[in-house]
């Protein structure tokens, strides 16, 4: 079974700009949720989505948004890019919402913001 | 405000001896507690977990105790081995309330051979 696979895999975008990441869960799984990775945070919480519904969300200003298809499929877009959206951004999928402990990564989004 | 704390940043054991690995929290509703584990260019993978109901949880070399009243939580990993080098991250979650993963910061654990 392929796992959860997130493209780009890195990217460099100037202040102000916008972004959208992707997210491919694997086969079956219906939960989608996302975080971003920073030396000084950790990984924080962002959003999960469960059948193309938003079903949560962590503390992070509306420049940040999601959405899922109904493949499963999610994205995720940044708007108005700031210094501080420099993270790794990481997806995760499971099949059902709150598996935490059948939730698999995927490799992640490395976003440079310069 | 950090809900889950990862005090210690890094550690370094030699190769077969115990890894202790600390996490504390402060939300006493926090019910369900996991450890990943993330290697460079890789997203974490999960590696054990805790319910509230329960103290002790074991899984091969890798065992997880829970101090409720303390609010903590260790990991010990007997023995240690050096593809156990990764960087170990404590989460946890209210079941049945928010349901989302509060993650600490991680710790750098670096087995030497």
């Known amino acids: 079974k392929a796992g959860v696979t997130q493209t780009p895999r890195y990217l460099i975008k100037t202040r102000g700009q916008q972004v959208t990441l992707s997210c491919s869960p694997i086969s079956g799984h219906r939960s989608v949720s996302w975080y971003q990775q920073t030396p000084g945070q950790g990984l924080q919480f962002l959003f999960e989505?469960?059948?193309?519904?938003?079903?949560n969300k962590g503390n992070f200003p509306g420049r940040f948004s999601g959405r899922q298809f109904s493949n499963s499929r999610s994205e995720m877009n940044v708007s108005t890019l700031e210094l501080g959206d420099s993270a790794l951004y990481l997806c995760a999928s499971s099949s059902g919402l709150g598996s935490y402990n059948e939730q698999f990564f995927g490799p992640g989004t490395r976003l440079t913001v310069l | 405000d950090q809900q889950v704390k990862q005090n210690s940043p890094s550690l370094s054991v030699q190769e077969g001896r115990i890894s202790i690995l600390n996490c504390d929290y402060t939300?006493?509703?926090?019910?369900?507690f996991l450890w990943y584990k993330k290697y460079p260019a890789e997203g974490p993978t999960f590696l054990i977990s805790?319910?509230?109901?329960?103290d002790k949880n074991e899984d091969g070399r890798f065992t997880v105790f829970l101090n409720k009243s303390a609010k903590h939580l260790s990991l010990h990993i007997v023995p240690s081995q050096p593809g156990d080098s990764a960087v170990y991250f404590c989460a946890s979650t209210h079941q049945g309330g928010s349901e989302k993963l509060v993650f600490g910061k991680g710790m750098k654990l670096t087995v030497n051979p």
């Open positions: 989505y469960f059948s193309e519904t938003q079903r």
């Open positions: 939300n006493s509703m926090f019910d369900y």
């Open positions: 805790i319910s509230s109901i329960k």
